[in-house]
């Protein structure tokens, strides 16, 4: 099945939010939509509950107000007089929607999409009882992007235990299995709260089944998973083997054919091998030569490299790092069997691996990105296919503010395009560009696009200013 998100747009009517969290939380959303049906046997509410947590896209500018109201007290039986208790409220201005996007990736997933939509309309407030809301819903096959003025919030893959990285990162209730249930229950118990025989006691119901999950920035949060690794020569005391960064794919493919040596017949070595589930074919290793940087007059040779998957993958890669072991690869030629190099696991510090993993506004090439597509004859393709290697990346589009593209290197440890060795791919006609990207926000490494990524083309390193 094609790839299709179900999305959901939540508009305030009122321009006006209560809740305790920003953004909505999936969790709200869904105590809303079940409020709006008055029932949690809503069409498609049970399927929502199971999904993964949804990327979140909000407005950036939320002015923000806090006062305090005196409501009466009628539960605190000391006040008899009429006491009144003041409370908090913590009041946002929206004017722009906040939008839910959910993968979907089966086809029955695409009908409980097309249902619940038809459940999400009756939703009339989100947050407190006063947030007047709509909330409207399509299946689209593009993979939802952020707009100007927008924040991009992503689900952390460690789920709650992953630590708050910064002041953006925010922690957000979500569904679990069994929500619904437990709504269900608390409402039941809601309904005898206040019982004469026990002098009016009302007390207070226990919160609702739910899970809590970081959310991060689009760009900040961890995308991949990855293992640092030195290029040493054979039988030395931690010397360096240097390789010519124009023979990057073959570095990477000795490195991968040293990787499926050493994991053969163990139950990691498909995905060792480069090969992914058939439903996700993306979360896959990956074999990427660094070429050094650090200042203008180093060299560009290769010394260092990447073992790295998509962070779904995580499981996977901690698997293989207990097969690869404490030893050295041994990275030979392909034609003579010569051992040429030994790959061993190093400090993730190191210097030229931060120039490939910090955050930045501007990434810049190092070595070429093959455009993923046949035809770039025009400024329009070729932003085009630079939009597309971004979403194959599972990279926010709405974060690029602009790029170039160049045939001769940006930087000086780079070479033209034409001088790097590249495989035989099927593709009837190869694309090959030097690529500077602009972000609007900064953006975490590594970073690799177009064909070739799992081979090191496509690697771009932060701006070196």
Aim: aromatic share 8%; glycine share 8%; charged share 20%.
């Amino acid at each position: 099945m094609p790839e299709h998100w179900l999305v959901l747009e939540a508009r305030f009517l009122t321009e006006v939010y209560r809740g305790a969290e920003w953004p909505p939380s999936p969790f709200r959303l869904l105590q809303a939509i079940v409020a709006g049906n008055r029932s949690v046997e809503a069409p498609g509410l049970a399927w929502l509950e199971r999904q993964p947590t949804p990327d979140i896209f909000c407005p950036a500018d939320t002015p923000e107000q806090r006062y305090t109201i005196y409501v009466p007290n009628n539960s605190d039986r000391r006040k008899t007089t009429g006491g009144t208790t003041g409370r908090e409220i913590h009041e946002r201005r929206v004017t722009g929607t906040v939008r839910y996007a959910y993968r979907l990736s089966k086809d029955a997933d695409h009908e409980e999409a097309i249902r619940l939509i038809a459940s999400a309309a009756h939703l009339h407030t989100l947050g407190s009882g006063q947030d007047q809301a709509s909330l409207s819903g399509f299946v689209t096959t593009l993979r939802p992007a952020s707009n100007a003025g927008e924040i991009h919030f992503t689900p952390s893959h460690a789920g709650k235990a992953m630590p708050l990285r910064s002041e953006l990162d925010i922690q957000l209730r979500v569904a679990v299995p069994g929500s619904l249930a437990s709504l269900e229950a608390r409402f039941q118990a809601s309904q005898n709260r206040l019982d004469k025989a026990k002098g009016w006691f009302s007390p207070v119901l226990a919160p609702a089944l739910h899970d809590v999950v970081a959310y991060s920035p689009a760009g900040q949060a961890p995308r991949l998973a990855m293992f640092p690794l030195h290029l040493l020569k054979p039988e030395s005391q931690g010397v360096f083997r240097p390789f010519d960064p124009r023979n990057t794919v073959v570095v990477a493919a000795q490195l991968r054919g040293a990787v499926m040596q050493r994991t053969a017949g163990t139950r990691i070595a498909d995905f060792a091998a480069g090969y992914g589930p058939e439903a996700a074919p993306d979360e896959r290793l990956s074999w990427v030569p660094l070429p050094s940087l650090g200042h203008a007059h180093t060299d560009g040779l290769i010394r260092r490299a990447l073992l790295l998957a998509p962070i779904d993958s995580l499981p996977e890669m901690v698997e293989l790092l207990g097969v690869l072991g404490a030893d050295p690869l041994r990275l030979t030629r392909e034609d003579t069997g010569e051992w040429v190099a030994a790959a061993a696991l190093s400090d993730p510090d190191d210097g030229v691996f931060n120039s490939y993993r910090r955050e930045s506004r501007t990434w810049t090439s190092i070595t070429p990105v093959i455009l993923p597509g046949d035809h770039a004859d025009t400024p329009r393709l070729v932003r085009n296919l630079i939009l597309k290697a971004l979403r194959n990346a599972e990279i926010d589009t709405g974060l690029l503010a602009d790029f170039a593209v160049s045939r001769v290197p940006f930087l000086p440890q780079a070479y033209h395009v034409t001088d790097y060795r590249l495989k035989a791919w099927k593709a009837t006609r190869l694309i090959p560009y030097h690529v500077r990207l602009h972000f609007h926000a900064p953006l975490r490494g590594p970073l690799l696009l177009g064909r070739g990524r799992h081979f090191g083309l496509g690697l771009f390193c932060a701006d070196p200013k």
